[in-house]
């Protein structure tokens, strides 16, 4: 039998999926104390010998800790294997170190999963991301101990965008999401410095009276979205939005960017995303529960 445990902040995938899916939810208390080290209860009985899917939300760093102490102590508590699923791989900006000093957390939290034990049947841990920032950093893992399937949202905005035209905002952006969007008309935008100031310019191909939307997988501030779409807009874009798999907008940013798009679309793989979309009306919010459920169930 399958069992799930869900960070609190994804609960309510759980309550979506719960009568779709012949799976059982352990019962699992992710607290924390009111110096906000984590209180942690499991039901020995709901994980032991079983195969558990657990679904981690990562995007605070205040969680690491308990969900790394989750995860040990369901092993300590022979589950039989573990299947984890982290949407949203948070430290993919830094995957290497450009300069003397930097630090590269990608890797250092690739080390922290990959050093968990295996459960109970010896089966190495599955690790399901979707829209892994560089695909390098599956490498970053140690495939001795852990399994690392990425998977993407981009399918959930291809049902929704119908005849857009692509724009993909850098020349890196092309190479990796090319393929994806073979059958649509596409626009081609590169960075560059003038007088050492950052400007967007479009490499190939005209956005006049287009409907077109910016994509990309990881988005932080917004500022590459808003300098495209300005740009886009005076050579007579018809219209311009912006999706990303997975946006941060830290210290609420999306409600500047929202200023200058059309409307921004993004998905929940950073949960707090659904309590943004009442800050602004132009936005929207795609669902990953539909990726979740088929991980859980090819699992």
């Not at 590269?104 to 190495?124: E, F, M």
């Not at 949202?153 to 005849?163: G, M, S, V, Y």
């Not at 952006?173 to 081609?188: C, L």
């Not at 602004?280 to 669902?287: A, D």
């Amino acid at each position: 039998m399958k069992t799930i445990i869900t960070h609190p902040n994804f609960d309510y995938l759980w309550e979506e999926l719960s009568s779709e899916l012949w799976i059982e939810k352990a019962n699992v208390k992710m607290e924390t104390f009111p110096d906000w080290w984590p209180n942690i209860q499991i039901q020995k009985e709901d994980v032991k010998n079983k195969i558990a899917t657990v679904l981690l939300d990562f995007s605070d760093p205040k969680d690491l800790f308990i969900n790394y102490a989750l995860l040990q102590w369901l092993i300590d508590y022979k589950v039989a294997a573990l299947n984890i699923i982290m949407p949203y791989f948070p430290v993919g900006t830094m995957e290497r170190v450009w300069k003397p000093g930097e630090v590269a957390t990608a890797h250092s939290l690739a080390d922290i999963i990959s050093n968990l034990p295996s459960g109970k049947s010896g089966l190495k841990n599955n690790l399901h991301i979707l829209d892994i920032h560089a695909e390098v950093e599956e490498y970053l893992f140690d495939a001795r101990t852990v399994n690392v399937e990425s998977g993407s949202a981009f399918e959930l905005l291809k049902e929704n965008i119908e005849w857009k035209t692509i724009v993909f905002p850098d020349e890196w952006a092309a190479k990796r999401f090319w393929n994806m969007f073979e059958r649509y008309d596409k626009v081609i935008c590169s960075k560059k410095r003038v007088w050492g100031k950052r400007q967007i310019e479009v490499k190939e191909w005209d956005p006049y009276w287009k409907d077109l939307i910016i994509i990309d997988d990881l988005i932080q501030t917004g500022w590459t979205i808003v300098e495209t779409s300005l740009k886009l807009k005076s050579l007579w874009a018809k219209s311009v939005e912006a999706f990303s798999s997975h946006w941060v907008f830290p210290n609420g940013s999306h409600k500047s960017v929202s200023k200058w798009v059309d409307k921004l679309i993004t998905t929940d793989s950073i949960p707090e995303n659904n309590d943004r979309i009442s800050d602004v009306n132009n936005m929207e919010i795609l669902s990953i529960k539909e990726l979740v459920k088929n991980i859980i169930l090819e699992s």
